[in-house]
């Protein structure tokens, strides 16, 4: 029982992280099945044909490309926007301050369905043509709260004195910015980047009111759910995963060898 309790909190880590990652293990083994008939949800045998042609599904490599252009384009908006924002709502006093504040929050509590409805009624108001534009302009609306939210947090905890310190020394407020300011606020940019492409890539509810005609993975695999998953979806998704693993690791190795080098 002393065992128990001095790692109880250890222990429910883990369960959490295993209840989290179960899902993306059962994606990473089905895509290695060959399946019997159109479903993929009951394994039969061990097959690598779907990695060894990932695009052989009509169309939907032609989604994927469209959703990473997408969301690449939505996270250099969104950051870009909601780095400035942030800056000017932290470093700021200007009348409006506070709505804006709460107005910043609201496409995160927002329900999907509502932003999404509204932002379709505003396009067809104003006879925007629905397609690609019409998804990027909703991606970048909805992903800027949450880069707001990560950026304005890291500028809060910068200490000014390294700043001040920087001016004290005849830097110009551009060099002071370049090599102060900007470094400092990397890591919660970067946060905000990462979560606007993670969210851009996989929105379905507000994409499909905005889309048209057009498809993006989300909208590809939800279509075909309808006549039966191909195992190249997992295959993508697998794909996917992993590299956002590799991607922490190496910001963990990097992290680390830097505070070595610190100290």
């Known amino acids: 029982m002393r065992w128990l309790r001095r790692n109880v909190v250890v222990i429910a880590g883990v369960l959490a992280l295993g209840y989290l990652i179960l899902p993306n ?42 959703s990473l252009r997408l969301a690449v384009y939505a996270t250099i908006g969104a950051t870009v926007l909601g780095t400035m924002t942030a800056f000017a709502l932290a470093r700021y006093r200007f009348r409006g301050r506070a709505a804006t504040n709460m107005l910043i929050f609201l496409p995160m509590a927002m329900p999907e369905v509502v932003m999404g409805a509204s932002l379709g009624t505003l396009f067809l108001n104003m006879r925007i043509r629905f397609g690609f534009w019409t998804i990027l302009i909703a991606h970048v609306m909805f992903c800027l ?71 993006t993975f989300p909208m590809f695999v939800w279509g075909s759910a309808q006549r039966g998953t191909p195992v190249q979806v997992n295959v993508i998704g697998t794909a996917m995963f992993v590299i956002a693993v590799l991607l922490v690791v190496a910001g963990q190795l990097i992290g680390g060898r830097r505070r070595g080098a610190r100290t």
């Open 145 to 215: 709260s949450f880069v707001v939210v990560a950026v304005k947090a890291r500028i809060m905890s910068m200490d000014p004195r390294l700043e001040q310190a920087a001016q004290d020394l005849y830097a110009t407020p551009a060099q002071t910015f370049l090599r102060i300011t900007l470094p400092l606020a990397a890591p919660g940019i970067a946060a905000g980047a990462l979560l606007s492409f993670a969210l851009s890539f996989d929105d379905y509810i507000i994409t499909s009111f905005n889309a048209g005609s057009t498809v």
């Open 25 to 66: 293990l059962v994606v990473l083994a089905f895509s290695f099945n060959k399946p019997k008939g159109r479903y993929n949800y009951t394994w039969n045998r061990f097959s690598t044909d779907a990695w060894q042609h990932p695009c052989g599904v009509a169309d939907m490599c032609g989604s994927l490309t469209l």
